[in-house]
């Protein structure tokens, strides 16, 4: 049976259809699961952690390969297939939750006793996209790499330099934390239902040290999370706006990095971000 043959047989016995709010489009494409484990480099030493099983397609290589597999699923109809199909392996361990809600620091520490490498593998579910890629990077996991299938216009923006065009606040924030790469582009008839987009795995590899040297974590993100909320106005009045700085400090602060008073986010690299950043005294 090949996985187009295999997923259709498993909706059929368990009656499933696909729940479009959970972003459930199932991977019937072959090559690109090789893809996702030959990029994330799985082998008996690493510690998994796989968002959204769905079906399990993923899962049956991870447990394979990967030394421990924790699969989390928020869908009832998944869990029940997925207990049925994986339950002999040992290194398998599933938890019905919403992975938003996860303390995944604690659920490493605990379970990841040999201090294996650490990785995120999925296929992840497209509307919740970007605030799994902020939480695995917030909550600074001890993770090497996240592995993950995206919507195409998110993966430019995941792994656009800061500074140049497809940008946004996320950009910034992954470029901080790590070295973005895309992987592999794969159609929308790599899934079952076709999804109206087409999708890239990327990877995202943890950095050791950042970029840039910030004064505080937390002031770079604030500045850079105002700047693009509102996209078309200028970074002086999106961050006078949103009561971070008032005008005059920006206005010095633009000057002596001899920037315009016109300037927009988008047009800055991460070390001018950082520049203002650190010449920002948040609580003054
Ligand atoms: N890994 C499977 C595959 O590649 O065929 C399914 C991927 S599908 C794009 C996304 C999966 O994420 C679905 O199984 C869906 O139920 C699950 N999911 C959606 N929201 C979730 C959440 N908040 N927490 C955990 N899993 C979630």
Redesign the pocket.
Known sequence: MNLYEE?KFLMKKYQIS??KN???????DENV?QNIIESAQISQNDFVI??????????SQLVEKAGKVIA????KK?VKILQERFSLYSNFQLLN??????DLKTLIEKENTQKCPVKIV???????TTP?IMKLLEEKLPMQNITV?VQKEVADRLTAIPGEKNTGAITYCVYYYCEPKQMMLVPNTS??PE?KVNSEVIQLNIRQNPPVQLKDETVFFKIVKASFMQRRKTLLNGLTNAGIISKEKMREILNKMQLSETVRGEDLSIEQFAQIANELDINQ
């Open positions: 997923t696909a729940n959970l972003g459930q489009n199932f991977l019937i699961i796989e968002i959204g099983p769905g079906l399990g397609t993923l899962t989390i699923e928020l869908d998944m939750e919403d992975v938003l809600k996860v999925a296929n992840l579910p497209y509307y919740i799994i299938m899934f079952i999804p």
